[in-house]
């Protein structure tokens, strides 16, 4: 059974071929042309100021231009009209670097026919529209299936560049701001979609090192200091370790933005009326049930929460690929300058000069590597079996006392083990059924701060705990208080229900 939707249930069928054909480069080079007079322009582009852009970018590329067929073109789109005033060129056989005259007596295109054939092979395709105004303009629009594909298109020939720090301050720009009051749930999903950004941007970026890594690793023999020295100062440096997971890596925004986010998610999470409010909103947007939008608004809120813990581990990710594919480099550039500095570079030497020569020392050295002058099944080491020993098994002696003492010492251990009920039980004791309990009220001494250390571990990781932890900021920004002799982070606990 044909399935029913899908990309070509919107694209047109020959909506990529412009990008398939012999002169793909030139019409990619066309498209990002148009997108950015699109940009510049805050009215619809007129075709003639699009015919003239696409003349002026053939005339520096005839060199390199591709004979194409010609059939497909409706009869009365053959030749693109010259406007009144324009001097038509009548170029007498083929310039160099166009095709030649298909035919005994044509000549070949001038650039304004070259111009008009690659618009219209463009508009065939679904890419662009054209349009007589009322006043019998002609302009030249985007199709709306098309846009996505532009902007692709003007990224790539900008350069992959990613900015990760900028996820980190929509997200909190989205949530910590005066509009997740009104719109809580236009925040919450713009937060969800620069969460998700981060992330899968992080992920591609530590992907695509092992690309570097097997393009220095496919060919160690042939490859020169030279080229090595190219593929990682000028594309790796300039593609990865310049891009702007480097000011990642060295701004505070991270680390100062997502205790914040942190913090708004657990608010919004606990406050009924706020979520009750954004869920009736969402519902609508989403034509869903209010239960099913709290629901889906919850959710988008812990996934914000996780993704953000999530980065840390993806940044080890890429550090240690990073540092590998550093090393690898370094290791050969120095086997290739001093191959005798290296124990494998000594071994290749020792090989060259046995085998690579002509005739090879083999047959003159002794060298003493083996005893045989061919290799064989038979020349496969094999173990020597060992004799059988002449032991006798003798009984173990238990001391049983010993195991008493053992056993009895592990279960005192067992009793005095901090659990989560005796950890919970402790902070009842000091007052958690009534209040909300801060650093300074439960640390005084070792021992309560070991047990502190403990409510926090429990509190961020065993969802069936009976307390949840808040964070706390000072008036200065920090988040660190002084209590019983410790440095301590200002928390809270709330204990649930």
């Known amino acids: 059974m044909a399935p029913t939707t899908g990309v070509f249930a919107i694209l047109p069928e020959n909506?990529?071929?412009p990008l398939a054909w012999v002169n793909r480069e030139h019409y990619a080079a066309l498209l990002v042309l148009y997108y950015r007079l699109f940009q510049e322009n805050t009215q619809g582009l007129e075709r003639?100021?699009?015919?003239?852009?696409?003349?002026?970018?053939?005339?520096?590329?005839?060199?390199?231009?591709?004979d194409e067929d010609d059939e497909g073109e409706a009869p009365e789109d053959q030749d693109e009209p010259v406007p009144a005033g324009v001097q038509e060129l009548d170029f007498e056989g083929s310039l160099p670097g166009l095709p030649a005259a298909k035919e005994p007596g044509r000549t070949a295109p001038n650039d304004r026919v070259l111009a008009g054939r690659f618009l219209r092979r463009l508009i065939n395709a679904g890419w662009l529209t054209d349009e007589t105004l009322g006043d019998y303009t002609r302009v030249v629009n985007i199709t709306p299936w098309g846009k996505p594909f532009f902007e692709s298109l003007a990224r790539l020939d900008e350069g992959l560049k990613t900015e990760y720090e900028s996820h980190v301050v929509n997200i909190y720009s989205a949530l910590c701001g005066d509009a997740v009051n009104e719109n809580g749930h236009f925040a919450v999903l713009h937060a969800h979609e620069e969460t998700q950004a981060l992330i899968d941007s992080l992920k591609v970026l530590s992907q695509s090192i092992k690309g570097y890594y097997d393009k220095l690793n496919a060919d160690v023999n042939a490859a020169q200091v030279q080229e090595i020295l190219h593929q990682h100062y000028d594309l790796y440096a300039g593609e990865v370790l310049d891009t702007a997971y480097k000011r990642l890596k060295t701004s505070d925004n991270v680390s100062r933005y997502r205790l914040k986010i942190f913090k708004q998610v657990g608010e919004l999470l606990r406050n009924e009326e706020w979520l009750n409010e954004s869920a009736r909103k969402y519902s609508r947007v989403r034509a869903t049930s209010r239960e099913e939008g709290r629901k889906k608004l919850e959710s988008m809120l812990e996934e914000i929460r996780d993704d953000l813990r999530a980065v840390d581990p993806l940044q080890d990710e890429i550090d240690r690929r990073n540092a590998d594919y550093s090393t690898s480099s370094v290791e050969q550039i120095k086997a290739l300058l001093e191959p005798d500095t290296t124990l494998a570079g000594k071994l290749g030497i020792l090989v060259k000069a046995l085998y690579g020569g002509d005739p090879p020392l083999t047959?003159?050295?002794?060298?003493?590597?083996?005893?045989?002058?061919?290799?064989?099944?038979?020349s496969l080491y094999h173990r020597r079996r060992r004799e059988e020993a002449d032991f006798k098994p003798t009984a173990a002696v238990v001391d049983t006392a010993a195991l008493e003492q053992a056993e009895a010492e592990f279960f005192d251990r067992m009793r005095r083990r901090l659990g989560m009920k005796r950890v919970g039980a402790w902070l009842d004791e000091l007052g958690g059924r009534d209040r909300i309990l801060s650093s300074r009220d439960l640390v005084r001494d070792e021992a309560?701060?070991?047990?502190?250390?403990?409510?926090?571990?429990?509190?961020d990781s065993r969802p069936n705990f009976d307390y949840d932890i808040e964070d706390f900021l000072e008036d200065d920004g920090s988040n660190t208080v002084s209590a019983g002799g410790y440095a301590i982070p200002d928390v809270g606990f709330r204990r649930k229900g």
Not at 448 to 459: E, K, W
């Open 448 to 459: 309560s701060f070991i047990r502190f250390v403990y409510s926090i571990l429990y509190a």
């Open 48 to 66: 003639e100021l699009v015919i003239r852009a696409f003349m002026d970018y053939l005339s520096l590329h005839h060199g390199s231009l591709a």
């Open 15 to 17: 909506f990529f071929s």
């Open 363 to 378: 047959e003159e050295l002794s060298h003493r590597l083996h005893r045989i002058r061919t290799f064989a099944k038979e």
